[in-house]
């Protein structure tokens, strides 16, 4: 049950998106297909929009920790004419790459906007898409690829329109985890799927406690990390005020 359809416009090393027609699968076995679907470590979100752009969530939370992957994602969502705007003007070249570098790093004032192009930017043109990774082809653009070799403006044009269409279906979020795994019961309906996918470190360390009402950073139970083994993370479904692990 894999799938090579991609959605989002990052990269993201080690990305769920190909497992997004198992979790679709998930959330039909635990009768919540057609509710919502929260991503506390989103990433890339590959999943949540396979899973918004197939129908089998109605509506996603992505959240990120991280402000430049929030501000991409805010940007797409919420001011996409003029994300789009800098995707077209912006040339694919080592003096942009420094340009958004220092962007990306808060060395010089910049809008929301410009943030998240600085994310797209450097994750299209670092090796693996990570943001604090060197660039494709290093700085003097001598290696056999060059730093656009993963960049396809019109591809990733195409998926942020797509996005921007759905985007009242989408809400973005800028939280600790836990903190707002902690509140979410507050906003999720009763028919929703949580898919906890972390850091792999954090994983294996085993950090997640998840108890009925809220989550901590005690180690998890033995049963959970049994079902975390697996890779793929763990699946929660909401009940009233209540996580239920779900049948995966
Ligand atoms: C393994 S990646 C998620 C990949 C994602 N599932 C995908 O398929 O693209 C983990 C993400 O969690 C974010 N993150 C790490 N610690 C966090 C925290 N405490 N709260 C929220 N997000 C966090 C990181 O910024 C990173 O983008």
Request: charge should be positive; proline fraction near 5%; hydrophobic fraction near 40%.
């Amino acid at each position: 049950m894999f799938s090579n359809r991609l959605y989002s416009p990052l990269r993201y090393p080690g990305g769920k998106a190909p497992f997004a027609p198992f979790i679709a699968k998930i959330m039909e076995t635990n009768g919540v297909t057609g509710g919502h679907y929260l991503e506390p470590y989103a990433g890339g979100a590959g999943v949540a929009l396979d899973l918004l752009f197939h129908g089998h969530a109605s509506h996603i939370h992505i959240n990120d920790a991280d402000p430049a992957v929030y501000a991409f994602w805010v940007a797409v969502t919420k001011h996409s004419t003029e994300l789009l705007d800098l995707l077209e003007s912006t040339p694919i070249t080592i003096e942009e790459w420094f340009r958004w570098r220092t962007i990306l790093r808060e060395d010089c004032v910049a809008s929301l906007v410009e943030k998240g192009f600085a994310t797209l930017f450097m994750n299209r043109t670092n090796r693996s898409g990570i943001l604090k990774a060197g660039v494709i082809g290093g700085k003097s653009q001598n290696g056999n690829y060059k730093l656009d070799a993963r960049f396809k403006k019109d591809v990733v044009a195409s998926r942020i329109r797509e996005i921007a269409r759905r985007q009242s279906d989408i809400s973005v979020y800028r939280e600790d985890s836990l903190r707002l795994l902690n509140r979410c019961s507050d906003f999720l309906p009763k028919q929703s799927l949580i898919y906890l996918d972390p850091h792999t470190t954090l994983r294996e360390r085993g950090c997640i406690e998840i108890t009925t009402s809220m989550m901590t950073t005690r180690p998890l139970p033995k049963s959970f990390n049994r079902r975390s083994s697996n890779g793929l993370g763990l699946f929660l479904m909401t009940t009233r005020k209540k996580f239920v692990p779900c049948i995966a």
